[in-house]
C-alpha cells in the first residue's frame, strides 16, 4: 500500500471512470500486481469492448493470465502509400566522432593519468575565460595576505565549517589549497548569497577556477567561482525543413514495456497516424539513446518483471521494431545501463551478437557518450547513468525536471563529474571530457522527458516507453512515457510528440 491507499482506491484513479471496478473485487484478489500495469492493460481489455465495463472478478482473472504470457505482438508495419515525407528527398548529412575506446588495466597508475587528463584539458578550458593570473596551490605563501589570485583546482573535498562557511579542499598538479566561501552575513548581501549557493553546488572531482584573496597558506578567500561551462552560441539553422527524433529506453523484454505505444510511434514514421504527420515526415534522424531492452539480470529479483526471459530474444523482438522504420530515416543507437554491454564508462558499441542478423546500412551503433554531427548540428548522445549521483548531490536537482542536472553537467563541460557512482574505465584520455560544446545534448536514463536551452545548447531528456516499475514508485518517481522529442533543424523548435492518446 503506498499513500495510505488501497490497491482499489488506486486502480479506481487511473480507470478514470472508463471502466467499472465490481464490488466483489478486493484489495486480496490483485496482491502483489503493479496498479500501473494492470490499469493499462484493464483499458486495453475493455478497448473495443461495447457493453458496460466491469471490472469483477473473472475479468481480473483473464486480464491477469494475458499479462502473464504477455510477449510483444511484433507486427509488421506498412508505410501508408499517400505518405511523401520531405525526409526522403534529401540525402543524409551526418559524421560520426568516435573515440577509438582503450582498454586499460585500471590500475592505480591509470587512474592517476586518467585524473591528470581531466585536471589538464578542463584547466585549458578554464584558462581561455577571464579569470586573471593563476597561480599553483603551493605558491600561495609567496603572496602577501589579502592579495588578489586564481587558483584551477579538482575538488577533493567540501565540507561546512562551525561557523556555517564552505571548505573546498582544491588539488592541482603542485598541492592543495583550502577555499573559504563565506556564509552571507545578512540575506541582503545578495553577492555573497550567489557565490555560497554556487558553492554548494560543488561536487567532488570537478575542475573550476576560483578568485579569491589569499590568507594564511593554504587558504584562499573566495570572491568568483567559475565553471568551464558552455560559451554562449547560437546553433545553426538549416536551410532544409527536416527532423530530428530522440528516444531512449525502451525496455523492450519488460511486462512492463508499452508495446502499443511503440507500434503508434513506428505507425506515425510510416505515415500512417494522422496527428503530426507532417512532422512525421520530416523526420530524418533517429536517435536512440540506451535502454533497448530490459536486460537480464540487471536488479535482483528482475525476472518476475519480465515478459522475455532470453536476452537474445529481447534484441531480436527489439530489432523487429527498428526494421519496420522508413529506411531513408537515419538511425543512431546508443547502450544504456540496461544493455548487454560493460557498465563502465565510456560503454562500447552493442555487440555483434545481440545484434545478430540484423542489418541496415541506416543503423550505426555507437558508444555511450558520442558525438555525432547531424545536419551541423553537434549532438552529444549520452545514456544518463551520471544523471543518478549528479541528482543526488547537486541542491535544485531532481528526477522529476532532469533538464536541470543536465545543464549542471554541461556547466561541468564532464559527462560523469563525480567519479565513484558510475564506473569509469581509466584510459589515459577522459573521453567523457566535453571537448567541443554541443548543439543539442540528448540524455535518457531517468524515464522523465525534459527540454531546456542553455546557452544555446539544446538540452533534451527522451523519456521511456516502459510504465511506472515499482521500483519507481517505491522512489516516488513519476515516468512520462510515450513522448517523443523532435528537433527540427531549420527552425529550432522542439515539439514533444505525445503517443497517449493517439
Ligand atoms: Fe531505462
Redesign the pocket.
Known amino acids: 500500500m503506498k499513500g495510505g491507499k488501497t490497491l482499489i482506491s488506486r486502480l479506481y484513479e487511473r480507470l478514470d471512470g472508463k471502466v467499472i471496478i465490481a464490488a466483489e473485487l478486493e484489495d486480496s484478489d490483485m496482491e502483489g500486481m503493479n496498479v500501473d500495469e494492470l490499469s493499462a492493460m484493464a483499458l486495453s481489455f475493455f478497448r473495443e469492448y461495447d457493453g458496460l465495463r466491469v471490472l469483477d472478478k473473472k475479468t481480473l482473472g483473464e486480464i491477469i493470465k494475458g499479462l502473464e504470457s504477455k510477449e510483444p505482438l511484433v507486427v509488421e508495419v506498412l508505410q501508408q502509400p499517400s505518405f511523401k515525407p520531405v525526409a526522403k528527398e534529401f540525402e543524409p548529412k551526418f559524421r560520426m566522432r568516435n573515440t577509438p575506446l582503450e582498454k586499460t588495466g585500471a590500475t592505480v597508475n591509470d587512474f592517476a593519468s586518467y585524473f591528470r587528463d581531466r585536471y589538464k584539458r578542463l584547466r585549458d578550458m578554464l584558462s581561455t575565460s577571464n579569470i586573471g593570473m593563476v597561480i599553483s596551490s603551493d605558491k600561495i605563501g609567496q603572496y602577501a595576505n589579502g592579495r588578489e589570485v586564481s587558483i584551477v583546482g579538482m575538488v577533493y573535498d567540501k565540507i561546512v565549517t562551525k561557523k556555517g562557511n564552505i571548505m573546498v579542499t582544491l588539488e592541482d598538479e603542485y598541492g592543495s589549497s583550502k577555499v573559504i566561501f563565506i556564509r552571507p552575513s545578512s540575506p541582503d548581501r545578495r553577492d555573497q548569497s550567489s557565490l555560497f549557493d554556487s558553492a554548494m553546488k560543488l561536487v567532488h572531482d570537478e575542475v573550476i577556477a576560483v578568485k579569491g584573496k589569499t590568507g594564511a597558506p593554504p587558504f584562499v578567500i573566495a570572491n568568483k567561482l567559475i565553471w568551464p561551462d558552455v560559451p554562449v552560441h547560437a546553433r545553426k539553422q538549416t536551410r532544409e525543413d527536416l527532423a530530428i527524433a530522440f528516444t531512449s529506453?525502451v525496455?523492450v523484454g519488460s511486462k512492463l514495456f508499452l508495446e502499443d505505444k511503440f507500434i503508434k510511434f513506428i505507425e506515425w514514421l510510416n505515415g500512417n497516424v494522422e496527428t503530426g504527420r507532417d512532422l512525421a515526415g520530416k523526420v530524418k534522424y533517429l536517435v536512440i539513446g540506451g535502454?533497448l531492452a530490459d536486460g537480464i539480470g540487471v536488479y535482483p529479483g528482475q525476472d518476475r518483471d519480465l515478459a522475455i526471459l532470453d536476452i537474445y530474444k529481447q534484441y531480436s523482438t527489439f530489432f523487429k521494431y527498428i526494421e519496420d522504420i522508413p529506411d531513408y530515416i537515419q538511425i543512431f543507437i546508443i547502450p544504456?545501463n540496461?544493455d548487454a554491454v560493460q557498465l563502465a564508462e565510456p560503454q562500447p558499441v552493442l555487440p555483434e551478437e545481440m545484434i545478430g542478423d540484423f542489418k541496415r546500412d541506416n543503423v550505426h551503433f555507437i558508444p555511450s557518450p558520442s558525438y555525432v554531427e547531424i545536419e551541423g548540428l553537434t549532438s552529444l548522445i549520452y545514456h544518463g547513468n551520471s544523471l543518478d549521483s549528479v541528482i543526488h548531490s547537486i541542491p535544485g536537482c531532481s528526477y522529476s525536471r532532469p533538464e536541470i542536472a543536465m545543464v549542471e553537467i554541461l556547466k561541468r563541460r564532464h559527462i560523469s563529474p563525480i567519479y565513484g557512482d558510475t564506473p569509469i574505465v581509466p584510459s589515459k584520455k577522459d573521453t567523457l571530457v566535453m571537448d567541443i560544446a554541443p548543439d543539442i545534448l540528448h540524455m535518457?536514463?531517468v524515464?522523465k522527458n525534459g527540454l531546456a536551452e542553455y546557452h544555446g545548447t539544446q538540452v533534451i531528456n527522451s523519456g521511456?516507453w516502459q510504465a511506472r516499475t515499482d521500483y519507481q514508485i517505491k522512489l516516488g518517481h513519476i515516468p512520462t512515457p510515450g513522448l517523443l522529442p523532435v528537433y527540427e533543424t531549420r527552425s529550432g523548435r522542439v515539439t514533444n510528440v505525445d503517443f497517449n492518446g493517439l
Open positions: 529506453d525496455h535502454d544504456g540496461h535518457g536514463h524515464h521511456t
